[in-house]
Structures are given as structure tokens and as C-alpha cells.
T-cell receptor, first 116, second 113 residues
Framework: DAGVIQSPRHEVTEMGQEVTLRCKPISGHDYLFWYRQTMMRGLELLIYFNNNVPIDDSGMPEDRFSAKMPNASFSTLKIQPSEPRDSAVYFC??????????????FGPGTRLTVL | SQKIEQNSEALNIQEGKTATLTCNYT??????LQWYRQDPGRGPVFLLL?????KEKRKERLKVTFDTTLKQSLFHITASQPADSATYLCALGLLSGNTPLVFGKGTRLSVIA
């Protein structure tokens, strides 16, 4: 398996533009997580899905952020409009859904977003 | 307030020595704790899991302890090598089962030859 795939790897955009980040989880994994990492705040959970259904989006900073998972092999995180403070590395991670488990998460390589 | 603190932002150690990284937490009751390694420009990679009813776990040169009374986990790398240089993140699992993790900010370890 190729692991978790994220695109693009780097994104530079101007304030006010729409940004869409993409993620393909590992096949067969039931859970998908979106994180944001900055020096100041570390790795923060934004939202996670179980079987394509959003379970907890309390980490989404504001209404400018939205995430979808239309099927088991694809998820998007959208920021509209983007602001300079959104600059960060965004990670997608997936995990198998064995019952009672404390399963490891498999992270993608991340998307480095710069908003000018 | 809830906090996860990893002992220092950076730790330098001589090759061959044992590196010890600390993860302390406040106002959490984790069911388990995980440690991840992150290299520059890459996503975190899982290393070890330890549950609340376990005191110690080992994997090759790695050892993790978990003290729920002290609210602390220690992560040891014995016979450290320059290739062990990376950032190490601890993560709390707050409920049993597959629930999100809460991550510390990490400790950057440099092993000097």
C-alpha cells in the first residue's frame, strides 16, 4: 500500500483565495483525521470521520473551514476565504477501526500551506 | 486547564548514551498513550503504545513507562545513534477504542556522534 496520500504537498496562495487540500486514506481504514501543525500550537485535531461520517468537528477553527468525505477513499479540507494565520502544515491520518483498539494512526506527508 | 507538556523543546545527547524524554499531563485521564517520531518535512510515525494498566513496554532499543499516579510517561532510547535524531511526540488517547489523540508539542532530540 502506498500509505496515506495528500495533495498538494505545497500550496502558496493569497489571502482571500479558496484552498482545497486532498487526502486518500489507506484502503480499509475506517477512520480519517485532519490535523494542523504549527510551531506555536503543535499538532491539533481539526475533524475526524468514521466510515465517511463526520464525528467531531469541534477543532475546526471557524466557519471558513469545511471538510468532506464523499467516499471511503477520498476526503477534502477546504478553507474559504483563506487568511495568513491559516499558514501551517496540514496532515491527514487514517486508522483501522478494530473494536476496543487503541490503533495507531498513519499520517500522510502533509500539505504545507502558505497564505500571503 | 488541560495540558500536555514534553520536558523540553530540544535535547542533545552523546551517541551511545540513553535518551530519556518526558511527557507530563494535567487534567486528563488517558486510557492509553502513544509515542510518535517525526522527521523534518514528514508526518509523524507511530512507535509504541502503552495502556493505563501497563507499567512498561519495550520494543528493540525503545522503552516506555506510564505512571498514572504521577501523570507521566517516560520514553527511553538506549544506545542512541545519530539516526535517532528526530522530534518525538507523545499523544494521549482519552477513551478506550479508536478515538482521537491529543498530542504534545514534541521534543527535538539530537544525537551527537
Amino acid at each position: 500500500d502506498a500509505g496515506v496520500i495528500q495533495s498538494p504537498r505545497h500550496e502558496v496562495t493569497e489571502m482571500g483565495q479558496e484552498v482545497t487540500l486532498r487526502c486518500k486514506p489507506i484502503s480499509g481504514h475506517d477512520y480519517l483525521f485532519w490535523y494542523r501543525q504549527t510551531m506555536m500550537r503543535g499538532l491539533e485535531l481539526l475533524i475526524y470521520f468514521n466510515n465517511n461520517v463526520p464525528i467531531d468537528d469541534s477543532g475546526m477553527p471557524e466557519d471558513r473551514f469545511s471538510a468532506k468525505m464523499p467516499n471511503a477513499s477520498f476526503s477534502t479540507l477546504k478553507i474559504q476565504p483563506s487568511e495568513p494565520r491559516d499558514s501551517a502544515v496540514y496532515f491527514c491520518a487514517s486508522s483501522p477501526g478494530t473494536s476496543g483498539g487503541a490503533n495507531e494512526q498513519f499520517f500522510g506527508p502533509g500539505t504545507r500551506l502558505t497564505v500571503l | 486547564s488541560q495540558k500536555i507538556e514534553q520536558n523540553s523543546e530540544a535535547l542533545n545527547i552523546q551517541e551511545g548514551k540513553t535518551a530519556t524524554l518526558t511527557c507530563n499531563y494535567t487534567n486528563y485521564s488517558p486510557a492509553y498513550l502513544q509515542w510518535y517520531r517525526q522527521d523534518p518535512g514528514r508526518g509523524p510515525v507511530f512507535l509504541l503504545l502503552i495502556r493505563e494498566n501497563e507499567k512498561e513496554k519495550r520494543k528493540e532499543r525503545l522503552k516506555v513507562t506510564f505512571d498514572t499516579t504521577l501523570k507521566q510517561s517516560l520514553f527511553h532510547i538506549t544506545a542512541s545513534q545519530p539516526a535517532d535524531s528526530a522530534t518525538y511526540l507523545c499523544a494521549l488517547g482519552l477513551l478506550s477504542g479508536n478515538t482521537p489523540l491529543v498530542f504534545g508539542k514534541g521534543t527535538r532530540l539530537s544525537v551527537i556522534a
